[in-house]
């Protein structure tokens, strides 16, 4: 299994382009989920989905959406990028469980720069 | 709102010696899950140990075990026997089934020193 995987590993863009990240995971896990990581300040969640062609907002919405179209596969999305998204973005996911929850396993990262 | 808090930013531990890392949350959950993730240079994040909210017994993975103080609201992670490859940073994060949410810490970074 590759686990939690990301496309791209690193990507540089000027203000106002758009770009999708991608994630994927084999594990049949029914939750994923997209995190920012900026210095000093841990992880804060964009988005999240608890099943196929569900989403819903995080911490830090504003500036992107994101589409589960298919289980094994959520979309990370910027329309307009803003030097302010520059950041390590993260993919995880996690089994859902009666009144339980699974770890999360995460992807190894995207580092996004925003010029 | 819950909040998870980890007040030093950063830590020392010589190689071979104990360290604890502090956490604390806010919730009025009574039912979730918390964990800490180590997050080496190479940036993947990897799960060190977990702790169920309804359980009264500690944690415990090899050399890493928590103080889980339901009461305080405390999660500390204590690592004996340091090791070089401990040095990372830790993220202590907060899961309540309710809300389908994870909350994260800011992070401690460990030193480890030979």
């Known amino acids: 299994n590759a686990g939690v995987t990301q496309t791209p590993k690193f990507r540089v863009l000027k203000t106002g382009q758009s770009m999708t990240l991608l994630c994927a995971q084999d594990?049949?896990?029914?939750?994923m989920y997209w995190y920012r990581q900026d210095p000093g300040m841990g992880l804060r969640l964009i988005h999240y989905?608890?099943?196929?062609?569900?989403?819903a907002k995080g911490e830090v919405p504003d500036g992107y959406n994101v589409s589960r179209l298919k289980k094994q596969n959520f979309l990370l999305g910027l329309e307009s990028a803003a030097p302010s998204q520059t950041s390590v973005y993260f993919c995880?996911?996690?089994?859902?469980?009666?009144?339980?929850?699974?770890?999360?396993?995460f992807g190894p990262g995207t580092r996004l720069t925003v010029l | 709102a819950q909040t998870v808090t980890q007040s030093q930013p950063e830590m020392s531990v010589q190689e071979a010696e104990t360290v604890t890392l502090s956490c604390t949350y806010d919730t009025s959950e009574s039912d979730y899950y918390l964990f800490w993730y180590k997050q080496p240079p190479s940036r993947q994040m990897i799960l060190v140990i977990r702790q169920e909210a309804y359980k009264q017994q500690n944690a415990t993975e090899n050399r890493f075990s928590v103080n889980f103080q339901k009461a305080a609201k405390s999660f500390s992670l204590k690592i004996s026997d340091s090791q070089l490859g401990d040095a990372a940073m830790y993220f202590c994060?907060?899961?309540?089934?309710?809300?389908?949410?994870?909350?994260f810490g800011t992070g401690t970074r460990l030193k480890v020193l030979a």
């Open positions: 994060a907060y899961y309540n089934s309710g809300t389908y949410k994870y909350i």
């Open positions: 989905s608890v099943g196929e062609g569900t989403t």
């Open positions: 594990m049949n896990h029914e939750y």
């Open positions: 995880a996911s996690s089994q859902r469980r009666a009144r339980s929850t699974d770890t999360q396993y």
